[in-house]
Each structure stands twice: as structure tokens, then as C-alpha cells.
């Protein structure tokens, strides 16, 4: 007689495949827990996101930092960067009123978290259309956004310690992008598609890498980022043709 089941005996309607089947996936970390985890293991975010893929909290997040970063701009120095870039295109700027600046300082903040919330549905878009319906995988547009949500918190927090520097500089605009380290270049089309390649950006689109890894495992993190630092660039070399340097 078989008496193994006897001397260890499974709780009354609980066998072992069953038992697996019921035990609940493993809870998603909480938003601030996921943020820092963007920084330090994206990996294991990226996994929990593709079970759990909440993504307002996230985007909510990096748009109030970008927001928070233009607010404390003062107005002088877009109206500065404003009049400057009128000069060079051969323009008179004239000069703003008070009131002007009043309205500069509470509509550049709303603008811009408006901007990264579109962009963030926009992107994830894009990246759907790249992974899910071009390369087959299984991610989906939810998916996606809760990937580039996450992310994109690189560059709201870092832009948010380049401020003091965007003020001391009066440069609104300056980033820490590839032009950076290309001073020796002529200035022209190439040093403008540098500039348009931000690092933050590039560091975000490697945690979506892994999360498109996540996502098809079938496909190596390596492919993935090859994609995806190619669309940046595809918008930097496109974007250097339409803004002038």
C-alpha cells in the first residue's frame, strides 16, 4: 500500500496544481518604490510592470517635475532666450511688459506638463506599433505607456537639478546631450542632431529596452535598445532639420 499521501496530507481541496494556480502573483511596489527602482534595478520593475501595468501614478509625477522646473525659471530668462533667438534670425524682439512676464511664468509650467503627458501617450504609441504590431510581440499599448511613464522619470528628476545651472546660464534649453562632449565640432547640422540626442533620454529608452525584454523574452535586451536608440535618433537627425542651431 502506498501510504505517502497518508503520512503527508494536502489541506482538503488544495492539491499541488491547484495550489499553483491560485497563488496570486507577487503585489506591484509602491509608486515611490517603483521610481527608485527605475534607477537602480529596471529590470525587476519592468518584470512587475508587465503583470501590473499602472502608469498614472508615474506619469503624473514627471509632468509635476517638469512643471516644477519651469516654474522656478524666472521669466526674464525665456523672454532673455526668446529675444536672443529673434536677434539671430535678424528680428527686433520687443520689450515685455510686466504683465507679459506675469503671464510667461504661469503658462510655461502648465505647457510643459501638458507637453509630457501627450508625449508620454504619444511615444507609447509608437513603440506599441514598433513592438506589438510590426514585431509581433505581446505588450500592448498599456503595457508600453506604463514602460515609458516609468522611465521618463529619469529625465523629469534630472532636469530638475539642471535647473539652478539653466538659470545661472540663462539657457532655458540646456541639457546634458552629446554636444556636450563635441565642442571641438563646427557648429552646423551634426553638432545640432548632438544636441537633440539628451543622455537622460537615451538612459530612459534603455529601461524600456528592458521592458520590451520583459515583455517577448525571445527578443534580447540588446535588439531592443538597438531600436529604440534609433528612433531617438531618427527624431534628432528630423529635428535638426527643422529647428536651426
Not at 539628451?198 to 520590451?212: F, K, M, P, Y
Amino acid at each position: 500500500m502506498d501510504t505517502r499521501d497518508e503520512a503527508h496530507p494536502m489541506p482538503e481541496g488544495m492539491d499541488g496544481p491547484e495550489h499553483h494556480a491560485q497563488t496570486p502573483a507577487p503585489s506591484l511596489p509602491s509608486l515611490p518604490s517603483r521610481l527608485l527602482a527605475v534607477f537602480v534595478s529596471p529590470g525587476t520593475l519592468t518584470a512587475a510592470l508587465v503583470e501590473s501595468p499602472r502608469w498614472l501614478g508615474a506619469l503624473l509625477v514627471s509632468a509635476a517635475l517638469v512643471a516644477l522646473q519651469m516654474g522656478l525659471m524666472p521669466a526674464e530668462v525665456f523672454a532673455e532666450s526668446q529675444r536672443q533667438a529673434a536677434l539671430d534670425a535678424g528680428r527686433d524682439f520687443p520689450e515685455l511688459s510686466e504683465r507679459a512676464l506675469m503671464v510667461i511664468r504661469i503658462v510655461t509650467p502648465i505647457v510643459t506638463a501638458a507637453s509630457t503627458i501627450v508625449l508620454s501617450f504619444l511615444f507609447a504609441g509608437i513603440y506599441t506599433f514598433v513592438f506589438a504590431f510590426v514585431l509581433g510581440d505581446e505588450g500592448g499599448y498599456r503595457r508600453y505607456l506604463a514602460m515609458v511613464t516609468h522611465a521618463w522619470f529619469i529625465p523629469a528628476l534630472v532636469g530638475l537639478f539642471l535647473t539652478p545651472l539653466r538659470i545661472s546660464t540663462a539657457d532655458p534649453q540646456l541639457s546634458l546631450n552629446l554636444a556636450s562632449f563635441m565642442y571641438f565640432l563646427p557648429d552646423g547640422y551634426l553638432l545640432q542632431v548632438l544636441r537633440f540626442l539628451d543622455l537622460t533620454q537615451l538612459w530612459s529608452s534603455l529601461v524600456v529596452a528592458q521592458g520590451a525584454h520583459a515583455i517577448d523574452r525571445t527578443r534580447s535586451f540588446g535588439s531592443a535598445a538597438a531600436i529604440l536608440i534609433g528612433i531617438v535618433l531618427a527624431f534628432a537627425l528630423v529635428l535638426a532639420r527643422l529647428v536651426p542651431s
